[in-house]
């Protein structure tokens, strides 16, 4: 992802967060107000894709050997947390305006200045995504900013909505209707990301990698006779960790060198894994160690 697009995008989200705040105050629209608060996260979520982008470049060290490559999936977290936060003051102010409105008391909203402002938000926001959006495949913590800018983008659309029934019909409730509809929309749109973020966390199997299939391959290859104590899990996006133990027959007479050449040659090349740490065993008596996971339970599971 281009440094220079994430700081284009940045600079676009601050100016939709400005534009927005004035709007709602001499508007006094909920539905422009969520739309501003949210905007505000799409700054802090691009702004974090770029301290993480950043932090990624740093090198290894003694204390931490694979860099600070995770502060990407962190940051992606901190973004899922502040697009569910975001989420349940909309749904909570929204309910508020209807209590208020039902009960006599409606907000009075200026359905001019929210169309304009509006417009202006959704211009900007199809630019910020349009610059998001060639590089977030595959990179959660862009994939995160980029979902931020779209929820933002279906907010902005909900605004204008909001403005032509206040206009035309002078329908007060379309505001928190559609403020409600927002944080639904925001959150379903996380969802995904939260998934993802939290099989990271806890070193689940990629999506993309199939345990079986990568064991049965890796069984074929001459000389090995079974995979056991057997983990796969990613660093961080696009860098995947495995490391095994695989029996060999003894009798086979094939070098443990190449053995092990073509072992990672089938990690690598076939399943996409980029780091791989096998350990080679004549017996499994020999082994001593725990167990998490071995091919016997991945046949029962299968």
């Not at 995904?192 to 299939?213: A, N, R, W």
């Amino acid at each position: 992802m281009s440094r220079r697009r994430l700081k284009a995008a940045l600079a676009l989200t601050v100016v939709i967060v400005a534009a927005e705040v004035v709007g709602a105050v001499f508007s006094g629209s909920l539905a422009l107000l969520a739309d501003a608060g949210h905007a505000f996260t799409d700054s802090a979520a691009i702004g974090l894709a770029l301290l993480a982008t950043w932090a990624a470049q740093r090198p290894a060290s003694m204390k931490r050997t694979f860099g600070l490559e995770r502060t990407e999936v962190l940051a992606a977290a901190a973004n899922a947390l502040m697009l569910w936060v975001i989420a349940a003051w909309i749904g909570w102010a929204a309910i508020g305006r209807f209590i208020d409105g039902f009960g006599g008391d409606p907000v009075e909203v200026a359905g001019g200045w929210v169309l304009a402002v509006g417009g202006t938000g959704l211009a900007v926001n199809i630019a910020a995504a349009y610059l998001l959006h060639g590089s977030s495949p595959g990179n959660l913590n862009v994939e995160a900013a980029f979902r931020h800018v779209l929820a933002d983008l279906m907010v902005s659309v909900a605004v204008m909505i909001s403005a032509a029934a206040i206009l035309i019909f002078g329908w007060w409730w379309v505001d928190p209707g559609l403020s409600l509809l927002i944080a639904a929309l925001v959150v379903l749109s996380s969802w995904k990301l939260v998934t993802s973020v939290f099989e990271v966390l806890i070193d689940g199997v990629p999506s993309d990698v199939d345990l079986d299939e990568l064991c049965a391959d890796m069984e074929d290859v001459p000389g090995v006779t079974v995979m056991h104590d057997i983990h796969v899990w990613a660093v961080t996006s696009g860098y995947v960790s495995m490391s095994a133990h695989v029996l060999t027959d003894p009798d086979h007479g094939a070098d443990h060198g190449a053995v092990l050449a073509e072992l990672r040659q089938v990690a690598k090349d076939r399943h996409g894994i980029s780091h791989v740490t096998l350990q080679l065993e004549t017996s499994e008596a020999d082994c001593t160690e725990d167990h998490h996971l071995d091919r016997a339970s991945l046949r029962e599971h299968a």
